[in-house]
């Protein structure tokens, strides 16, 4: 009668695995490096790093596969330290992978063919520590990235907040804006202001380049208006109408084009003036320089321009509302058809002898004519003033 071999407990049968594990770790990454090119490309001390930490999980796992307790609360800190040293989450979980299968085929050949009971234990063993490795470096992989994204959102907060207060006019900060926001020192640039439609809800910051266009954007968005300071990667005006059509907005103002950097404040004054100029129209896009009247009153500021209004429209700004406004619409609708009362009718669905009624009354109320040159101009510039600057007007009609 034979008597069966009794099998040899897993801590006697995987001892060996702990006197190899540097040249287990020393293949792993060089399978690593044929495998994965983000990981062939990293400096060498890098890579060193990586093979101390592979030959230090392997340890670790070693002592799994003789019994004792799986310890990997460490790898924490391996993944922070590869997400610090800018390796992608995919090429971590390659890695991972690769080194899983040189450790099992390492391990394998250590069993004995006929001892299934062994394998079975092996590969629990093993994929229990592939797992719970995994995790933990997803872990600290993830709270580096977290933290990364804050300090970047910061960053890109204070160099965005500069670059709009004249930061990049300076020297010792120049440098440091246009490198961190991608955008160039010289080139072909644009501020937009836009009012959105829905309010954002908070301050936040935004660097991107449009997909399948040729722009660089860095936004400032906030509850009341979104900042936008474009860099235009060629003399091709086609890509910014474009995105000026995407732009979800109620109004859009827009700056002249300037190519160095350091003028970008004085854009954003621009682009907020062109904003200003749409009160009083339809329009929904305006460039600073679109309408020269305008922007004339939004540079001698609402004061000025209500006070110049005030003197020139006289008695008809003490009207009651209704009145006053439709006598207003009325002055628009004349000059928007060049003086033509029957074009004038038109447009306000009623009968040109209506129209010269109510232009009369303006006269009237105005102390002004329409018949001499200078008299309608200084008519049409109050008009203008007051479409400008409504709220400089209220509470100024009598009952």
Not at 185 to 198: D, E, H, Y
């Amino acid at each position: 009668m034979s008597l069966r071999a009794r099998p040899l407990p897993p801590e006697v049968v995987f001892a060996p695995l702990a006197g190899r594990v540097s040249d287990i770790a020393r293949t792993a990454l060089a399978d690593a490096r044929a495998e994965i090119p983000e990981i062939a490309a990293l400096p060498d001390a890098e890579q060193d790093r990586i093979e101390r930490s592979i030959a230090d999980a392997m340890s670790r796992i070693c002592e799994h596969l003789c019994g004792a307790e799986l310890r990997l609360d460490y790898l924490d800190l391996t993944g922070r330290q590869r997400a610090e040293a800018g390796v992608s989450f995919s090429a971590i979980t390659a890695l991972i992978m690769i080194c899983s299968r040189t450790m099992l085929r390492a391990a394998a050949k250590l069993i004995p063919q006929t001892d299934h009971e062994l394998s079975v234990t092996l590969a629990d063993r093993l994929f229990t520590a592939l797992g719970r490795g995994t995790q933990r470096i997803l872990d600290g992989y993830q709270q580096a990235a977290l933290a990364q994204a804050e300090h970047d959102h910061h960053l890109s907060a204070t160099l965005i907040e500069s670059l709009l207060s004249g930061g990049g006019k300076d020297p010792a900060e120049r440098g440091s804006v246009v490198e961190s926001l991608g955008l160039p020192s010289i080139g072909n640039f644009r501020v937009v202001l836009a009012t959105p439609k829905q309010p954002e809800p908070d301050l936040h910051f935004e660097i991107r380049q449009r997909p399948n266009t040729r722009i660089r954007a860095v936004w400032r968005h906030s509850p009341e208006e979104n900042v936008g300071v474009l860099a235009l990667l060629d003399t091709d005006e086609r890509p910014l109408r474009d995105l000026l059509d995407t732009i979800d907005a109620d109004r859009i103002g827009v700056s002249e084009a300037y190519r160095d950097i350091g003028d970008t404040a004085t854009a954003l004054r621009q682009a907020r003036l062109a904003l200003g100029c749409l009160n009083g129209t339809t329009c929904r896009i305006a460039h600073y320089g679109d309408d020269p009247l305008a922007l004339l009153l939004m540079l001698s500021g609402p004061d000025e321009a209500s006070a110049m209004a005030r003197r020139t429209l006289g008695g008809l700004l003490s009207l009651p509302e209704h009145d006053r406004t439709l006598l207003l619409k009325t002055l628009r609708a004349w000059s928007d058809a060049d003086g033509s009362t029957p074009q004038a009718a038109t447009s306000l669905h009623c009968h040109r002898n209506t129209v010269r009624y109510r232009l009369h009354r303006i006269e009237e109320h105005s102390g002004s004519t329409l018949t001499h040159p200078a008299r309608t101009a200084e008519l049409l510039v109050a008009l203008r003033a007051v479409e400008l600057f409504p709220e400089q007007f209220e509470n100024t009609t009598q009952p």
